[in-house]
Structure formats: structure tokens, C-alpha cells
Nanobody, 130 residues
Framework: QVKLVNSGGGLVQTGGSLRLSCAAS????????LGWFRQAPGKERELVAA????????YHADSVKGRFTISRENGANTVYLQMNSLKPEYTAVYYC???????????????????????WGQGTQVTVSS
């Protein structure tokens, strides 16, 4: 079992930065591939970034590539999303998620669909003002 707790959201002006954190409890954090999703009002939940078990492989959606960076610190059971050069269209609730996997530590696997994730954080609001 993995419990995820999001933090770090807030209100920021266009062009500003935020760093989201997601702290996990449980002993299986390192057995999980991880992801950050977001959901804006009236829209479906979409993948923003994903990272493999070891952190060696990452994926960033085209809409955030070059602006956002996902990373993980397995020793601290934490995954991060560094968000720079923020735009108003990035306003949404951001969720971290964990996908328990049997793949080996060095696997390059990450997951892109919400149904592939087993555990979810409570979400944190990010609002970018123009």
C-alpha cells in the first residue's frame, strides 16, 4: 500500500515557477513508476510527466516540455514536479500517482494512462494568473 500526499501548489503569475512535491508512505515506493497528472475544470485528466522506477527515464508531455521537470528521490520517498515559465493554461489541480510494477529496477518503463496507476495523491491546486 502506498499513500501519497501532494504539496506545493498555489497562485503564481505568468512566467513564475512552482515546485510540487509528493511524499509517499509505505515500503513499496521504489517499486513504483510515478506520474504527475492535471485536471482543469471541464476537462479530462491528462498526463503531464512520468518517471521510471529508478528515475533514469522520464517523459514530459509536449505542452510542458522544456518548462516542467519530473524527478524522484527514492531515499526520501518523494517525487517532484518543477514547473517553470508557467502559463495561465496550466491552471488545474495537479495529482501525483504511483503505478506498482513487477519490472526490474533498471526498467525503462513508465506509464501514460490514468488506469495504469494504482495510487493517487489528493491533488493540489495550481493557479497561474495573467
Amino acid at each position: 500500500q502506498v499513500k501519497l500526499v501532494n504539496s506545493g501548489g498555489g497562485l503564481v503569475q505568468t512566467g513564475g515557477s512552482l515546485r510540487l512535491s509528493c511524499a509517499a508512505s509505505g515500503r513499496t515506493f521504489s517499486s513504483c513508476a510515478l506520474g504527475w497528472f492535471r485536471q482543469a475544470p471541464g476537462k479530462e485528466r491528462e498526463l503531464v510527466a512520468a518517471i521510471s522506477r529508478s528515475g533514469g527515464v522520464t517523459y514530459h508531455a509536449d505542452s510542458v516540455k522544456g518548462r516542467f521537470t519530473i524527478s524522484r528521490e527514492n531515499g526520501a520517498n518523494t517525487v517532484y514536479l518543477q514547473m517553470n515559465s508557467l502559463k495561465p493554461e496550466y491552471t488545474a489541480v495537479y495529482y501525483c500517482a504511483a503505478a506498482l510494477t513487477q519490472d526490474p529496477w533498471y526498467s525503462r518503463t513508465y506509464y501514460t494512462e490514468p488506469y495504469e496507476y494504482h495510487y493517487w495523491g489528493q491533488g493540489t491546486q495550481v493557479t497561474v494568473s495573467s
